[in-house]
């Protein structure tokens, strides 16, 4: 079965930072790309960042260009998403996503997502 | 602000057909890039519920069909039913965004 499991999130003032991790079982993490998807507060999805399989590409939404960084370790089949100077605007549900190939690259397995709140 | 917009939302009687629409532009859909559709309730992950514009997953009910044409991308619904109520998502890719993915603005559906 596989799991996308997040953790890392929490309360933090604005400036701050914080780092998530997603913890992958039930398929070969090496194999697969994965982005960070986050949804404010009754809001919509925001695409935050993507990394391919091996690590070699990595994009960010211009929201966060610059402020994050996205990075994984296959060996330990872990996700990583490091926020530096938050705001409030950070503030969402973020979840950790795998991209299918086989599906054109969608997402076919979701986390259950962390809060991170960001206030000021 | 997402570059794709979907309607706030849609409503229907069980049993009738509903479209949900995701307008684009010539640098995501216009650009031949991929459509993909996700459906989300209350408190839970999205579900991919479409992929490759018009592809349905394992375990996905063949009243839901995707298609694309132009800068748009429709998700339509027959034999709307109860648990059907929930958020729709589409996704799609921007080449005037540094690699981005983009998700559209999201539509409500709710059954009357």
């Known amino acids: 079965e596989v799991r996308l499991v997040e953790s890392g999130g929490g309360l933090v003032e604005a400036g701050g930072s914080l780092r998530l991790s997603c913890s992958a079982s039930g398929f070969t993490f090496s194999n697969y790309e994965l982005s960070w998807v986050r949804q404010a507060p009754g809001k919509g999805l925001e695409w935050v960042s993507y990394i391919s399989h091996s690590g070699d590409t990595i994009y960010y939404a211009d929201s966060v260009k610059g402020r994050f960084t996205i990075s994984r370790d296959n060996a330990k089949k872990s996700l990583y998403l490091q926020m530096n100077n938050l705001r409030a605007e950070d503030t969402a549900l973020y979840y950790c996503?795998?991209?299918?190939?086989?599906?054109?690259?969608?997402?076919?397995?979701w986390g259950q997502g962390t809060l991170v709140t960001v206030f000021s | 602000q997402s570059v794709l917009t979907q309607p706030p939302s849609v409503s229907g009687a069980p049993g009738q057909r509903v479209t949900i629409s995701c307008t684009g532009s010539?640098?995501?859909?216009?650009?031949?890039?991929?459509v993909h559709w996700y459906q989300q309730f209350p408190g839970t992950a999205p579900k991919l519920l479409i992929y490759?514009?018009?592809n349905r997953p394992s375990g996905v009910p063949d009243r839901f069909s995707g298609s694309k044409s132009a800068t748009s991308a429709y998700l339509a619904i027959t034999g709307l039913q109860a648990e059907d109520e929930a958020d729709y998502y589409c996704?799609?890719?921007?080449?005037?965004?540094?690699?981005?993915?983009?998700f559209g603005t999201g539509t409500k559906v709710t059954v009357l």
């Open positions: 490759g514009n018009n």
């Open positions: 996503a795998r991209e299918e190939q086989l599906k054109w690259l969608a997402v076919d397995y």
């Open positions: 996704q799609s890719y921007d080449n005037s965004l540094s690699g981005s993915r983009v």
């Open positions: 010539s640098s995501n859909i216009g650009a031949g890039f991929d």
